[in-house]
């Protein structure tokens, strides 16, 4: 009996399967409720509510820390059904270091801290920036992250490689311009890392303007790095940009396969449907 409640919890809340009525409710639900404690954050930045509006959100953030606690505990406690292969506690303690699990964790955990030791509150308001992670939960009922990390998975050696020529092109462009613009302007360009902010904002083509050359020299290299920036820079770009193609392309290959496979199952059945209504006369020998 234990055993099918947690079965039907597990078909509610997870993610793996094809959702039923309840399932796709819950998910809504949550996905409704991570849009407004992310809201929740955002209004937490300003002053000036009423007692009213202040004592609703301060309800409506204790309304939502129950609902993720509730979510994560019956997470961990279905956690068996993911993990088949282990043992139950094992596969609890699987899950609970698994990337989801920790983000739902450190969700919660701001609100849960003062009750366990005493904090101080200026700390506490940094801690309290962990409720922006709930947004990550969301990742749950979409694939955008997840296609985001799978192609990022993908491409990682092509990644690193474009990134460390940017990186080695920023330390070069750096420590030229510095040495070009010391003796011009040495309270601006006081050092390498100066260097290396400028040419930060020159290759990604940003540009903001609190720093900048004055010689003639420094402005040629200004000018060179600038127009190495609209190509390098995009290169990282157009990797990732590729990788989402292939995702695409692969995502609609499975779609029409899966496809394929359900309308040639069908025949199959058909077929032998029809089989089953044809008598030979071995069988209606036999039926006499």
């Known amino acids: 009996m234990r055993k099918t409640i947690r079965r039907k919890i597990y078909d509610i809340i997870a993610t793996d399967r094809e959702k039923t009525l309840v399932g796709k409710i819950f998910d809504i639900f949550i996905i409704i409720l991570i849009i407004f404690n992310v809201l929740l954050v955002i209004l937490d930045t300003f002053n000036g509510f009423s007692k009213e509006v202040y004592f609703g959100l301060k309800e409506t953030e204790l309304f939502s820390i129950i609902i993720f606690t509730i979510e994560y505990l019956l997470r961990l406690w279905t956690a068996d059904f993911i993990y088949p292969d ?80 940017v990186f080695v092109l920023m330390v070069i462009a750096s420590v030229l311009m510095y040495n070009i613009e010391y003796t011009a302007q040495p309270d601006v360009f006081q050092n390498a890392f100066s260097g290396l902010w400028w040419a930060i904002a020159t290759l990604t083509t940003v540009g903001y303007g609190d720093i900048y050359p004055v010689t003639v020299l420094g402005k040629i290299l200004s000018a ?47 077929e032998m449907k029809k089989a089953e209504c044809i008598e030979t006369p071995q069988t209606k020998e036999e039926r006499r």
């Open 224 to 270: 060179i790095i600038a127009l190495l920036g609209i190509g390098i820079v995009a290169v990282p770009t157009g990797i990732i940009s590729a990788g989402f193609m292939e995702n695409m392309e692969e995502k609609k290959t499975k779609d029409e396969t899966k496809e394929l496979a359900k309308e040639i199952a069908k025949e199959i059945i058909k």
């Open 86 to 165: 282990l043992a139950p506690a094992k596969a609890r303690l699987k899950y609970a270091f698994s990337f989801m699990a920790i983000i739902d964790f450190l969700a919660v955990l701001p609100f849960y801290i003062p009750f366990i030791i005493p904090i101080d509150l200026r700390v506490l308001r940094m801690v309290r920036l962990f409720r922006l992670l709930r947004i990550m939960k969301i990742n749950r009922y979409t694939n955008a992250l997840t296609s985001i990390g799978s192609v990022l998975k993908r491409k990682a050696s092509q990644l690193i490689s474009s990134m460390l020529v």
